[in-house]
Each structure stands twice: as C-alpha cells, then as structure tokens.
C-alpha cells in the first residue's frame, strides 16, 4: 500500500515554542492541500534543541496544549503528525516524539533512548522502542544519535516494521554521518527509513538538513538540500516484503543467534 510522507525541513525558533507550534499547524494544513498522509518534524521542533536553561518551562506532558492543538489540526486535516518535543513526566524530563494519527488520536509517544553528550545532563533516557499501525505496516520512532546504534534498528526490524521515522537534529560537520549511517539502516533491515532533518542557526551550531527517504536497498528516493523546504514522497510498503523475498542477502533470517549468544551479545 502506498503512503504518502512529508518530510518537514524547516529552521526551528529557540525557546518560542508557540512560534514553532505556529509554524507546524500551517506546514499540517499545507500538507493536507498535497495531499500528504503523514508529516514527520525534526528532533525538539516545539523548543529548538539548545534548551537547558529553560527546559522546565519549555516541557509539557504528552497531553499537553501544544500537543492537544496538534492532535485537533490533525483531525481536521486528515493529515498524520510526527514531532519532537520536550516531555514532562513528574520529575523527569524526556526527548520525546509524539505519533498523532490521521483521525487525531495521540497514539502514543517515544522517548529518545540513546541521548548523546550533554543530553545526559539534563534529559531521562527513555526505555522502550513502540511500534504503531499504519496502514499497509508497521513503523517506528528514533532519533539521531539513536540511529548509529545497529541494534535499535535492528529491534524495529525484527518485530515488524517496515518504515522507520528518524527525527533529527544534526550539525555540521555530520553531514557524512548522517547519510551513511541512514543508508546503512535501511539496507541492512531491508526496510524504509523516513528522516526529516533540521536546518538554520541555533546558538552558534549549523544544522544541515539534507533530509531524506532511504529505500529497502539502501538508496535515496528523495533528499533535501541544505534550506528549508517540504519534501512529499509517496512509498510503497509492499516493496519491503518484495526486497526481503527477492534479494539474496537474507539479513534478517539469515542472522546467527546462537553464534551471537556465545560470544555475549545477546542473553541466553
């Protein structure tokens, strides 16, 4: 079945998180006029990603104002969201994405599992990798840092999914990261990934965009420039079962669990 996904590169307004909110409620109603099933935002799009200072104000939980006009827009629209935002859970603080599906319901959220540098100072890591519905698969949700982990993808992967949603937020210099660790995922679960990626200054750091949709074979079906733009691309779900079925290279199957259990990767 065919999905049609909007990859939302846009600059982020530090600590205005109703700007960015603004901002995002237009991109959903644009999307809707595209004819755009899901859209998917950058890592922390309501707050910008330099927020420690102000990260208690800045934070909601996950049924919060910000997120309850999303969930309303969306119902309106039609259109699915995807967006990184500062989660308030009592005393802790998480790196959050919230999946609103098409009829407005909050599905449920995801909390970034790997945090990278300071993140750690100041940010919970979140424990669990959820997958949801979509129609004609399964997808899940991770977030930059998260994607240099082989085993998170992997997880996804053998549980089900068929798309990934990869809220970024990379810097220069990460641009060769960035695609080879995306291009990396894709091919070695044989499954889409979905990427939108930041751009502009925050602070005195350059995010780079080039956002992007990697194929079951590991290639670009679309990617972004370096400047803010909306990027539609319809895909085709079925061609991940179609990769798996008709390559050679049987990753997921193939693998060696016990060979792995011996050597202390994986538990007994």
Request: charged share 25%; net charge negative.
């Amino acid at each position: 079945m065919t999905v049609t996904i909007a990859l939302a590169q846009l600059k982020v307004t530090s600590f205005h998180k109703q700007l960015n909110l603004n901002r995002a409620l237009a991109t959903i109603q644009t999307c809707k006029e595209k004819q755009v099933d899901y859209v998917l935002f950058p890592e922390l799009f309501l707050s910008g990603y330099f927020i420690q200072q102000n990260i208690r104000e800045l934070a909601e939980p996950a049924d919060g104002e910000s997120i309850k006009k999303l969930q309303e827009k969306a119902k309106e629209t039609g259109v699915g969201v995807i967006i990184g935002f500062p989660e308030r859970d009592g005393e802790n603080m998480y790196n959050s994405a919230a999946f609103i599906d098409r009829d407005g319901t909050l599905q449920g959220v995801y909390r970034k599992v790997h945090l990278f540098d300071k993140e750690k100072s100041y940010f919970t890591a979140g424990e669990h990798c959820p997958l949801f519905t979509l129609p004609g698969g399964k997808m899940g949700m991770m977030m930059t840092y998260d994607v240099e982990f082989p085993e998170m993808a992997r997880l996804y992967a053998v549980n089900g999914a068929s798309l990934l949603f990869v809220l970024n937020a990379h810097h220069v210099p990460y641009e060769q990261h960035q695609e080879m660790y995306l291009r990396a995922r894709g091919l070695e679960n044989q499954l889409f990934i979905a990427a939108a990626n930041t751009v502009g200054l925050q602070e005195m750091t350059l995010f780079f965009g080039e956002s992007g949709v990697i194929s079951p074979d590991g290639d670009y079906v679309a990617r972004g420039s370096n400047n803010e733009e909306l990027i539609v691309v319809p895909i085709d779900l079925g061609e991940v079962e179609r990769s798996r079925a008709e390559r050679p290279m049987k990753y997921l199957t193939d693998r060696k669990q016990k060979v792995y259990q011996a050597h202390g990767l994986l538990a007994e």
